[in-house]
């Protein structure tokens, strides 16, 4: 595995290419929890609370985008 998230894209067969995005979504929903960890941390700091929730729809963004993006790469 780790060696197709170092090889160069172009050179990635399609199998390879869903492996990588399937360590990115992994990667993502790793960031979410621990995104949810800060959010559950009471900070009291509605400017930081405000980013926090940005990230986090940032974060589910990508996470659904590459989930489709990997859904049509077909073998």
């Known amino acids: 595995m780790r060696s197709a998230i170092v090889q160069l894209h172009s050179l990635r067969t399609p199998r390879k290419q869903r492996q990588v995005l399937r360590a990115a979504i992994r990667q993502l ?9 800060i959010a ?14 940005q990230l986090r729809i940032e974060v589910e963004g990508l996470r659904l985008h590459l989930s489709e993006h990997r859904a049509r790469i077909r073998d």
């Not at 929903?29 to 960890?37: K, M, Q, V």
Request: glycine share 0%; proline share 4%.
């Open 29 to 37: 929903e790793r960031a979410e929890i621990y995104l949810a960890a």
């Open 40 to 53: 559950y941390m009471d900070l009291d700091e509605p400017a930081a609370l405000r980013l926090l929730n």
